[in-house]
């Protein structure tokens, strides 16, 4: 049977869902890997994303999956992308994870490998503190925490302002959100995808 891959998700602008695609990208690359996207439930009310203008920008993912906590145990790996608020992951994000109790009280999750990805709007904005302090969530859950190794040498790029962490892919929306992920961030991101997939596959068959 193939390794089961799932990409959860939450993006308000698209920055993130653009960055999850060059993900599953990445574990496409990995033989007998299969990859799934899913979104977390929006808890912004219809109008304020109207008015904020996230309602344009998501209609290029409108017809992924809404993910239930639950089909988190189908994953052999998971690869969560959030936005960046104040340093943390997103309410959306943190209001999905409360929700996965039951996993957490039946070891569901546990021995599963777990990476983060995200996006902010500037430079120093968080993007560090977002995705390790989202790995105590994965912790608790008993997973396998992976992220981008340093043999990504993209990370070390000073050519340019990019995203890019040791802890996972990143990017830079812009205070306005104008700005899309560069092709340092995207390479980055599908690194990330294959490498994940890489280790979750080899985990997988050492199991067996």
Not at 128 to 149: A, C, K, Q, W
Request: charged share 15%; proline share 3%; with cysteine.
């Amino acid at each position: 049977m193939a390794t089961k891959i799932q990409i959860v998700f939450y993006s308000g602008y698209g920055h993130i869902y653009k960055m999850a695609e060059a993900i599953a990208a990445g574990v496409r690359e990995v033989e007998d890997v299969e990859v799934k996207l899913l979104q977390v439930p929006e808890l912004v009310p219809e109008e304020v994303l109207v008015k904020s203008g996230m309602k344009g920008y998501r209609a290029a993912f409108e017809s992924v999956q809404v993910a239930t906590p639950e089909i988190l145990a189908e994953a052999d790996g998971i690869i969560f992308g959030t936005p960046t608020r104040f340093g943390n992951m997103c309410a959306q994000m943190r209001n999905f994870l409360d929700q996965t109790g039951g996993l957490w009280m039946n070891g569901g999750l546990i021995g599963k490998v777990g990476s983060v990805f995200t996006s902010t709007a500037s430079q120093h904005g968080g993007q560090e503190t977002t995705i390790s302090s989202f790995h105590t969530t994965l912790l608790h859950h008993g997973m396998v925490i992976v992220g981008v190794p340093y043999s990504e040498q993209r990370l070390v790029n000073m050519s340019e302002i990019s995203g890019g962490t040791p802890y996972g892919a990143s990017t830079l929306a812009g205070a306005d959100g104008s700005r899309q992920p560069s092709e340092n961030e995207l390479a980055i991101a599908r690194f990330q995808g294959q490498h994940v997939a890489t280790i979750t596959k080899k985990l997988v068959a050492q199991s067996k």
